[in-house]
Nanobody, 127 residues
Framework: QVQLVESGGGLVQAGGSLRLSCVAS????????MGWFRQAPGKEREFVAG????????DYADSVKGRFTISRDNAENTAHLQMNTLKPEDTAVYYC????????????????????WGQGTQVTVSS
């Protein structure tokens, strides 16, 4: 079992920045790929960013590429999502997720490849 707790959400103006954090406990953190997903009201949950368990490979949704950066610190059992140049359409509940990966390089995209999820943190971007 892996328990995930997100923090760092809040209200920010368009163009601003937020940094989300995800603290993991339980099984060995560095054996899991990590991902961030988001879900806006009335919409399906969507992939935002992912990072391999080695930390060497990352993947981003086109909508956030160049603005968001995912990182991890295996020694601290944490993952982060730095969000810059935020837009109103980034408003959503953001979820941290962990999934066992096929290899050190692999970054899962589908939600079903992530077995463990946090409770979510609200991000609201005002125009």
């Amino acid at each position: 079992q892996v328990q995930l707790v997100e923090s760092g959400g809040g209200l920010v103006q368009a163009g601003g920045s937020l940094r989300l954090s995800c603290v993991a406990s339980g099984r060995t953190f560095n054996m899991y790929a990590m991902g961030w997903f988001r879900q806006a009201p009335g919409k399906e949950r969507e992939f935002v960013a992912g990072i391999s368990w080695s930390g060497r490979n990352t993947d981003y949704a086109d909508s956030v590429k160049g603005r968001f950066t995912i990182s991890r610190d295996n020694a601290e059992n944490t993952a982060h999502l730095q969000m810059n140049t935020l837009k109103p359409e980034d408003t959503a509940v953001y979820y941290c997720a962990a999934g066992q990966a096929a290899g050190t390089w692999y970054v899962p995209r589908p939600a079903y490849e992530y077995a463990y999820w946090g409770q979510g943190t609200q991000v609201t971007v005002s125009s």
